[in-house]
């Protein structure tokens, strides 16, 4: 059976991008979660979340347990946060494979498309960066920027948004690993 970690980005101590109304560390945990609720539902896969409620991990390791889960596939999940910032961007390190750039499309595509049900909103693009977590994970690794915490907050406050979004990742997930269905 496949193997993927989850990876909710921030917790506890670490908020993340923060707003008047919206922390990103709840908004990742809530995705991830609703990720992960779909795949478990849908499809046959081993699952590993490197947290499930509001704690502090560190980013080392984030990357060491999806190794010692020997994940076929990491996903992490952010939001962004920048003055007048707004959209959707995805991150795989620089020097990756192939199969990180094909996962990286499938998993993009699936969340812009179900992100514009709701509002046309700006396609960033696929991007690269030398994230840690992307560094010294040893399996293809994603990491997605669902939208700007200030400008796209009334989306982000919206438990639908959440769900639909995690779903997505599901979705694309699945994709990408050829999961059977349950
Ligand atoms: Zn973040």
New binding site residues.
Partial sequence: MKRLTIDA??GGEDP??VSDKLR??DI?LKIALYAEEFLRKNFEVLIKMTRSNDVFVSLNERARIANRFKSDLFVSI????ATNGTGFESYIYPETKQQTREFQKALHSEITTTINKYRNIKDRGLKTAHYLVLKKTSMPAVLT?NLFIDLDGDLLSQESFLKEVGEAHGRGIAEFLQLPKI
Wanted: proline share 0%.
């Fill in positions: 980005g921030h993340g991008a990103e560390k990742t952010h939001v962004n946060a920027e």
